[in-house]
C-alpha cells in the first residue's frame, strides 16, 4: 500500500449564519493515495464540496477550519502559513470547479487565463516566483484544448469568457487545470453540464492523467454511474460526515451503511445519471443537528441507540469502513 | 392580504431601528426638523430684529450662533431659514416625486410612444447639469420661494420618472400584477394597489437623498442671490449674508454651513440606511 | 473593430442630436422669459421707434421658429451673437471661449485630486474591510458627501488662506498665463470641489472591490496559487474599475453645477461666474449660450466614459 498523499483526520469546518454556526463538515477522515480517484459522494449540501475548499485553504475568512492532522506527502499542512499554503496551491494541488461560467476574470481572453497558468507552471520549476510562460505556451495550449475535445482551439483563445457555452467553458477549465499537472487534483462535479459523449472523453481523459502521471484525484460528485466508472474507493458523505468508504465494487456491490443502500437503490431505480433524490425525509437544517446519528430520521433500521450518540466510524475487513452501530 | 401587509410594515419598522446608520440618520433628521420647525416658534428672538449694539458679535451664551452684520440674532435666523429651506426642499422634491412616479409608472406600464417620448424628455433634462438647470430656470422663472421649488421640483423629475419606470418594469411581470390584471382591475388601481407598494422603498430612498440635495441646490441659489430673496431668511440668504463680512465675522456663515451639513448627514445616512435594509441582496441575506 | 467604430459613431450621432434638441429648447423656454431685451439694453424710457428699430435688428419680431432658425444657422458657425448687457457688444463666443478654459482647468484639477484621493481611500477601506481604517475611511466619506462644497469653501479658506496663509483666497491665475500660478491659486477651489465627489468615489470603489472580491472566479484565481497582489490587481480592482468609472460619468452634472458657485467664491473667470453674471444683468443670449456650453460638455463627458467603459468592458465591446 504506497503512502496517502493527502491525509485528512477530524476536518471540521462551520461558518456563521444568522442564528448561530453552520457546521458545513463535522470531523472527515480520508486518505488519498498516490494514483487513485477516490470518489465523494453526496447529495447536495451534504458538505462535499466544502470538504475540497477546506483541504485547499480556500475558504472566506469568515469560514473556521480546524483538523487533527491534514497532511501533504507527510508536510504538515496546517502548520504552513497563507503564503505558504499559497506555493502548493497550483502547483501540487489544483481544483476543477463546478461552475465554470463564473470561474474566469470576465475582463480577459482565454489566452490570458492559458498564459497565467503556464507562467505558475513555470514558477513550480524553480524558475523566479514570477516565471515567464514557455516560448510554445500557444502551442502547447492548442494541444491540451483539442485533447479535451475542443475543435477549434486557436479562436477559442481569442474569446472572452461570456462568449463561451458552459460546456466549453468547463472544458478549458479542465484543461487548464491538467496542464499544471499537479500531484493532486480535486474536482467537483467537473462533468455535470456536459454532454455524455464530452463527459466520456473527460473521464477518460483523467484516467490517463491518473495512469501517467499518478496524479491523485479526488472526484467530487452525485452521479453514481460516472463514479462507478471512474473511481477506485469511493467515500459517501452525508450531512457534513463520511458515513461509509471502501473499494468501489465493494461498496457497489454489498453496500454496508443504510444511506448507501438507499442511494444504490434509488439510482438503480432511474435511468442515466442516478440522482439522489427518493430517500423520504431531509438533510438535516445544519443548525438544528440532532446529538446522535444524522441519518436516524430517514433510516429503516434505526435503532433507540441510534439518537443516543453519534455513531463512531467503524473499521471492516478489506478496508471498508462504516459509521454506523449495525456494524458493531 | 391585509393583515400580511401591516405585519410587513412592523416588520420594516423593526428592521429600521435595528440597522444603526437608518437608525442615526432618521434620529439626526427628526432633530433637525424639529428643531427647525419647533425652534424658530420658540426662540426668543425675532429673525428680523436688529440690535445695531451688537452688531457682529461672536458666539456667546446670549446668542448661540453670534449675531450678523445688523445685531440679529443668528441661531435665530438659522432656524426660521432652516425651516424654509427645509420646506423648499421638501416640497420641490415631493412635487418631482408625485409627478415622476405618477409618469414613470404609466409611461411603463403602458409602454409604446409616451413611454419613448418620456424617458427622452428625461434624458435631455437630465443631461443639463442640476444646478445649471436649476439657475437657468430661476432665470426665466424670475427669483423667490415659489419658482426655486419649482426648479427643484424640475431637476428632481427625470431622476423619479426614471427611476419609477425601470422599477415598474420589473414589477409588472410579477405574478401578482398578471392575476389582478386577468381579474379585469382597472390599470390604474392597479398601478396604485399592486405596483406602487412595491416600488416605493427606493423611492424612499431617492427621496431623502433628493432633500438633501434639494437643500443645496436652494442654497446655492440663494447664496448667489438667485433664489429666495432677502429679507426672507434661507439657508443660502443667510450665508450670502455672512458672505459679505466673512473676515470680521466668519462665524455666520461658517456655523450656518455647519448647520446645513448636519441636516444633509441626517438625510444621507437615513438615505444609506433605508437602501442597505431595502437592497433585495441584503434583504435576502437576511430573510435567511 | 468596425463594430467599434460604428458603436462611436452612432453614440456621437446620438449626442448631437441632443445637443440640437436642447438648443431648442432652451432657446424655447427663453423666450418665455419675462423682459423685453430692447428695454433692458436701451432703458425703461427708450422710445418706442427705438425699441422698434431693435426688434427688427434682432429678429425679435419674427415668429419665434423663424427666430430660432435664424440663431441656430449663426450658432452652427460659431457665431452665438453679441452680449448685450454684461459685456456690451463682445461676441459671445469669444466670451466663452475665454472663460471656458479656466473652468474646465478647475474641473479636471478637482477631479484629478478625487480621484487619486478615492483610489486610495477606496483601496484601504475594501482591503482593511471592517477594521478600524475602513471605518475611518468610510466616515470621512459620509462627511464628504454630507459638506456642500460652497461651505467646505469657506472652511478651506478659513483655515489655509486666512489662517495659515498658505494659498491665496481669491484671485485665480489662468493656466494660460502661468501653468504654475494656476496649479497654486486653484488649490483650494479645486479641493472643494473635489472632497464630495472623492467621497462618492472612494464608496464606489471599495463597495465594487468588495463585491467582486466575493465572486466565484476570484476563489478560483485563489485556487491556482496566484499571488494575492496579482488576484488583487487583475482580478479584482480590474473588474471594479467598470462600476468606478460609470460613477465618475455620473458625477461630472454634479461636478460642474458646483463649478457655478466656486467661481464666484473664488472670483474665477469662468463659464460658472459668467452664467451667474448674465442672469443678473438679463443677458439673455448669453445664458442661453452657457446653458447649451455646459450641455455639450456634459454629453461629451458622458460620450468620453462611455468609450472607455465600452473599452474596459469585453461584454459590450465584443
Known sequence: ?328 | MAGGRRRAWRRTWRAVLRNRTALAGLVITLIVALGVSAGAALAPYSPVDMDFANILAPPSWMHPLGTDSFGRDVLTRVLYGGRISLLISFTGVLIAAAAGTLAGMSSAYHGGITDAGLMRFSDLLFSFPSFVLALFLMVVLGFGVQNVILAIALVYFPIFARLARNTTLLVKEEPFVQAARLMGQSSLRILFREILPNIAAPLVVQASIGIAFGIVIEAGLSFLGLGVQPPTPSLGVIMADGREYFQRGPWVLTLTGLVISIALLGLNLLGDGLRDLTDPRLRKRAEL | MSRSAATISFRLLGAVLTILVGAFAVFMVMKTAPGDPALVVLGEQAPPEAVAAFHARYHLDAPVLEQFWFWFSQAARGNFGRSLTIAGGTSISGLIGARLPNTIFIGLYGLTLAVIVSLVMGVIAALRRGRAADTVATSIAVLGISMPDFWLSYVLIFALALGAGWFPSYGFVPPGQSLTGALYSGFLPALAISAPMAAVFARTLRAALIDVSHREFITVARSFGFAEFFIFLQFVFRNALIPYVTVIGLQVRYLLGGVVVIERIFGIPGLGSLMVDSAFGRDYPVVQACAITFLAIVLGVNLLVDLVCTFLDPRRSH
Open chain 1, 1 to 328: 500500500m504506497t503512502a496517502p498523499v493527502i491525509e485528512v483526520r477530524g476536518l471540521r469546518t462551520s461558518f456563521p449564519v444568522e442564528g448561530g454556526r453552520l457546521d458545513a463538515v463535522r470531523g472527515v477522515d480520508f486518505d488519498l493515495r498516490q494514483g487513485e480517484v477516490l470518489g465523494l459522494i453526496g447529495e447536495s449540501g451534504s458538505g462535499k464540496t466544502m470538504t475540497g475548499l477546506s483541504v485547499l485553504r480556500l475558504l472566506p475568512e469568515a469560514a473556521e477550519t480546524e483538523a487533527q492532522s491534514l497532511r501533504f506527502k507527510g508536510e504538515d499542512l496546517l502548520q504552513l502559513s497563507d503564503e505558504a499554503f499559497r506555493a502548493l496551491r497550483g502547483t501540487h494541488l489544483a481544483m476543477v470547479f463546478q461552475n465554470p461560467a463564473g470561474a474566469f476574470n470576465p475582463a480577459k481572453t482565454i489566452a490570458w487565463h492559458m498564459r497565467e497558468i503556464f507562467r505558475r507552471k513555470a514558477a513550480r520549476a524553480g524558475r523566479s516566483e514570477e516565471g515567464d510562460a514557455p516560448r510554445d505556451w500557444r502551442a502547447e495550449t492548442r494541444r491540451r484544448l483539442a485533447e479535451i475535445g475542443i475543435a477549434q482551439p486557436s479562436r477559442i483563445l481569442k474569446l472572452y469568457p461570456h462568449q463561451l457555452s458552459g460546456g466549453m467553458l468547463q472544458r478549458v477549465l479542465i484543461a487548464m487545470v491538467l496542464a499544471l499537472e499537479p500531484d493532486v487534483i480535486i474536482a467537483d462535479e467537473p462533468t455535470t453540464n456536459l454532454d455524455n459523449i464530452v463527459e466520456r472523453q473527460i473521464l477518460v481523459l483523467f484516467r490517463r492523467l491518473q495512469k501517467r502521471l499518478s496524479v491523485a484525484i479526488m472526484f467530487i460528485t452525485h452521479d453514481m454511474t460516472v463514479a462507478a466508472a471512474l473511481c477506485d474507493r469511493i467515500a459517501v458523505m452525508y450531512a457534513g460526515e463520511i458515513v461509509e468508504i471502501g473499494a468501489t465494487s465493494d461498496i457497489f456491490h454489498d453496500p454496508k451503511h443504510p444511506y448507501t443502500q438507499g442511494l444504490l437503490a434509488t439510482a438503480t431505480a432511474l435511468t442515466r445519471g442516478g440522482r439522489l433524490r427518493e430517500i423520504p425525509g431531509e438533510l438535516p437544517g445544519a443548525l438544528d443537528a440532532p446529538p446522535g446519528c444524522l441519518f436516524e430520521p430517514r433510516c429503516p433500521h434505526a435503532r433507540a441507540e441510534c439518537r443516543a450518540a453519534r455513531p463512531a466510524m467503524r473499521s471492516l475487513a478489506g478496508e471498508r469502513q462504516v459509521r454506523c452501530v449495525l456494524y458493531g
